[in-house]
């Protein structure tokens, strides 16, 4: 039997997530959007919604998913009115809410199986296997040195180096922790690099992790880039070329001395560990690092505080969230 378990792609941001994102979603039977901004606000929102076993109260999840104008729906281009009615009709959980929406969006391509693509969900695997949990977990890692080059350039990105090395380092924390306590069937990793210099080998490789067969389309994912990426996201247009390493080992001429320094005093464990040789950086200035470590304290408290929170929210809730609509996933429903 074919697998229809929920796919995500994490990572640093600026890692190729998007690179990833299109060669699934150049898949026969795979479907990925563009970012959206409902799945983590949307779990942390359940509350407002209330006792999804009320048809009411999905149908306000369901209008609020299709209307708030941060949850960027658009994206998706399905028909608003026809979701908000699937959701009521549908099971009675955030889960399958959600789904919903990023099924119906593979669906309009003709495909049985979605994923989806946000850098920032490595934090949040343990939400999103609350809500889905069959979810397979894709972790795209790059040089470190490039994710920070890469990242101080985005006009989006309004934090400075400190943040950028700092966002590195926890998604790599986050995915050992999650190679350490997710079975091998939910969490995989691959490199930009042999993904960039080898696609077909690479992909063959995830797609057996997936249970899928590989398909030589997914090695240009450039053919649907004019249709998977909005077209106001400049800092994409390296998607619609060809598949190239060229941006590998950029970080030398985009990083200045004291960045490099930076780089690989705090992240060089980690770089070496994930197969990347350092340079012959001096040791960075003790007040830059010690920058580093006052960022990375804040962040750390900052999640605890919200890990906490959500504990205690997880004794009140009124129903599951867990979603009921894979093949794995009714088969658990259906022992209860």
């Not at 695997?125 to 977990?137: K, S």
Request: proline share 6%; charged share 30%; aromatic share 10%.
């Amino acid at each position: 039997m074919q697998s229809d378990r929920p796919i995500f792609v994490i990572g640093c941001p600026r890692s190729g997530t998007t690179m990833l994102q299109l060669m699934l979603h150049s898949h026969p039977r795979i479907g990925v959007p563009p970012e959206t901004r409902f799945v983590i606000p949307g779990y942390y929102r359940r509350f407002v919604f209330g006792d999804l076993r009320e048809e009411v109260n999905r149908r306000r999840l369901g209008q609020w998913i299709v209307t708030d104008k941060d949850t960027k729906f658009k994206e998706l281009k399905i028909d608003g009115d026809r979701f908000v009615e699937d959701v009521v009709a549908g099971p009675p959980t955030l889960g399958s809410a959600i789904g919903i929406a990023f099924r119906s969006h593979a669906e309009r391509f003709g495909k049985a199986r979605w994923g989806d693509k946000r850098p920032s969900y490595y934090h949040y695997v343990d939400v999103l296997l609350r809500l889905f949990p069959d979810a397979q977990f894709i972790h795209l890692i790059r040089d470190g040195r490039d994710a920070v080059s890469s990242l101080k350039e985005m006009p989006w990105y309004t934090k400075d180096v400190f943040h950028a090395v700092n966002n590195w380092a926890e998604a790599i924390d986050f995915g050992r922790r999650h190679a350490k306590n997710l079975p091998a069937d939910s969490y995989y990793e691959l490199r930009y690099e042999d993904l960039t210099a080898d696609p077909e080998t690479e992909l063959a490789k995830l797609c057996g992790f997936l249970g899928e067969e590989y398909d030589p389309a997914m090695s240009e994912p450039c053919h649907v880039a004019r249709v998977a990426i909005p077209q106001n996201r400049s800092w994409h247009l390296n998607t619609h070329g060809e598949v190239t390493t060229s941006r590998s080992g950029s970080w030398k001429s985009r990083l200045e001395p004291w960045e490099v320094s930076l780089c690989e005093t705090v992240l060089g464990e980690r770089l070496t560990a994930n197969g990347y040789e350092l340079s012959d950086a001096p040791k960075a200035d003790k007040a830059h690092v010690a920058e580093v470590s006052k960022v990375a304290a804040k962040r750390r408290a900052a999640r605890r505080r919200k890990d906490l929170r959500d504990r205690i929210n997880r004794f009140r809730e009124p129903g599951p969230v867990a979603a009921q609509l894979t093949t794995r996933q009714l088969g658990e429903l259906a022992k209860v």
